[in-house]
């Protein structure tokens, strides 16, 4: 497995108070992240925010609470692929990814050719997040079919297939049950080779078997160090079974990160985002909150997704930069 540990910074998420709502605070929240060494930025793909407690319900983490919410309640939040192309105009090293898209807001051959584009334009710097989708409010709101799990599923898992083709194949084609393509030529084709990595986001056992069979790595949500511990056993299986080597699918979290020497910040930061389970917070002075990742790291997570409140304020987001990616770095990598 590669032992080089990579920080991301997640700037839009659906939660209200984790997304940053205009392009001016946007483009300097990523230039910082760049000047303080992260490895990549990610925006969410939703038209809508949520309160804490809704995203907790629809999420599927929390069976109670008020799932309403969202139409004149909802906050500025940015069309992903139209910020994530000027974002990587604004920057020079970062990464630029999604996490994740709804594979049913755009049909995949489309998907492509635009992830192609990101590609070519930000000199090879694309990381394609996907994700079957659950927002049933959002759906409902933009007019797009929400059919059952298991169909949203078994579609983001031949879209996968297929954007392999066609950024892979000159002349590709694909027929599954969900979409067929004949010859959708791209070019340019991307920057990367063989493509741009793909990640999987979701729990569910089918969502990780789909991960283990296509994927280049998964992302997962608020997972305490010992569940990833727990399912490594079932994901190496299900590699082996796709005829994989379990090292090669990367390992990646998403967690809400409040770093502070204000102890009195940090636990009204907890309050406010309550409904986040307590395992996928890290918090607290920076050496606890280096302590808490190495957990991670030696459990086997390699990527890191750091949501951070409020984060154009820049407090927090200087204080992970400068105090806690450096010691994680040398910790994790050997300096």
């Not at 390699?302 to 409140?309: A, E, K, M």
């Not at 984060?311 to 040398?330: C, K, Q, T």
Request: hydrophobic residues 40%; charged residues 25%.
């Amino acid at each position: 497995m590669n032992s080089r540990v990579e920080f991301g910074l997640i700037m839009a998420l659906t939660i209200r108070g984790l997304a940053v709502g205009n392009f001016e605070d946007m483009k300097s929240v990523a230039q910082e992240a760049e000047r303080l060494g992260f490895d990549s930025v990610w925006l969410c793909d939703h038209f809508l925010t949520l309160d804490p407690n809704s995203y907790a319900k629809d999420a599927g983490f929390d069976d109670e609470g008020d799932s309403g919410g969202v139409g004149s309640g909802s906050i500025p939040l940015l069309e992903t692929w139209t910020a994530l192309s000027a974002l990587s105009q604004v920057t020079k090293k970062l990464r630029i990814g999604t996490s994740v898209l709804s594979n049913s807001y755009r049909i995949p051959s489309v998907l492509a050719k635009m992830g192609a584009t990101l590609d070519h334009i930000s000199g090879g710097r694309l990381d394609l997040g996907l994700g079957a989708g659950w927002m049933q409010e959002e759906y409902e709101a933009y007019g797009i079919p929400f059919p059952k799990a298991s169909v949203r599923i078994a579609q983001m898992e031949e879209a996968i297939q297929l954007i392999r083709k066609i950024w892979t194949e000159p002349n590709p084609t694909f027929e599954g049950e969900h979409y067929t393509i004949k010859g959708a030529v791209c070019d340019p084709p991307p920057v990367q080779k063989p493509s741009p990595p793909i990640w999987i986001g979701g729990e569910g056992k089918k969502v990780l078997r789909v991960a283990a069979r296509h994927a280049d790595g998964f992302n997962v949500r608020w997972w305490p160090p010992g569940r990833y511990l727990e399912r490594k056993e079932e994901i190496d299986a299900n590699c082996e079974e796709a005829g994989r080597d379990p090292d090669a699918l990367r390992r990646s979290l998403m967690c809400l990160l409040l770093p502070s020497h204000d102890r009195s910040r940090v636990e009204a930061e907890k309050q406010r985002f309550a409904a986040i389970p307590e395992t996928g917070i890290i918090a607290g002075e920076p050496k606890e909150c280096v302590e808490r990742m190495m957990e991670y790291v030696d459990a086997g997570v390699r990527h890191f997704l750091y949501t951070i409140p409020d984060v154009a304020e820049m407090d927090m987001l200087r204080l992970a930069g400068e105090e806690i990616l450096p010691e994680v770095r040398s910790l994790s990598n050997g300096g």
